[in-house]
């Protein structure tokens, strides 16, 4: 037993937990001890599974930081312009 | 192609966001977005003050990080231990263990993580020293 484990994405789902979706991230670290438990106990199809697992929780975690980044800036342009014509 | 495009966005975001928290301290303006779970709710989570600990790391004021938020500071040596570990593997053809890759850190790590969530928000000194200001 040599294998590398799978890639655990656990620095992934903490840097995710601390700068936007604490949510998203709290299972990252789940599958992430998953990955290490069931690599350790030898079950590999296992592992990767959780990987990709964590995987899939930290992409959505970064894309919907981008989306709430986004509406959040459309939200401050659009009150700001208001704002300048003398409307709001 | 699409990759290099894709790099060129991801450094170009990341230096302009750098630059921005460099000279804009987020105490002192009022268009930054808050925590969506501060708005709604008056608790902190585990990331509030990341913005504002953003601007200090970039100003090199270490203190000021730890006073808007301790796990910001622990998230930043682990990545730093994580980086230094799997880059001399890679560069210099070593095998040391990766304590990231140990069975039971993630448990170690969301169980500060939920601790320092409550400790956080509890509103009598030594406490409030760990909430963000």
Not at chain 2, 54 to 61: E, K, V
Request: net charge positive.
């Amino acid at each position: 037993m040599n294998q590398q484990p799978p890639k655990n994405y656990l620095i992934e789902s903490i840097l995710v937990t601390i700068f936007c979706c604490m949510p998203f991230g709290i299972v990252g670290i789940v599958n992430a001890a998953q990955v290490n438990t069931k690599f350790e106990f030898g079950d590999y199809e296992g592992a990767l599974k959780a990987s990709k697992e964590a995987q899939k929780w930290m992409t959505w975690g970064i894309v919907s930081s981008l989306i709430i980044g986004l509406f959040y800036l459309v939200f401050v342009f659009t009150l700001g312009g208001l704002a300048m014509m003398g409307d709001f | 192609m699409l990759k290099k495009i894709t790099w060129f966005a991801i450094i170009f975001g990341g230096l302009s966001l750098a630059l921005f928290y460099f000279f804009i301290n987020p105490n002192e303006v009022n268009y930054l977005p808050e925590c969506p779970l501060y708005f709604t709710t008056g608790i902190y989570c585990p990331g509030c003050g990341s913005q504002r600990a953003t601007h200090q790391l970039l100003n090199f004021n270490f203190f000021g990080v730890l006073q808007q938020n301790v796990l910001f500071f622990i998230s930043l040596l682990i990545l730093g231990y994580h980086l230094v570990v799997t880059g001399i593997n890679a560069f210099l053809k070593k095998d040391f263990y990766n304590y990231m890759y140990h069975p039971k850190t993630p448990l170690v790590i969301l169980t500060i993580i939920v601790i320092f969530w409550i400790l956080r928000n509890i509103p009598y000194y030594p406490f409030n020293l760990l909430a963000p200001n």
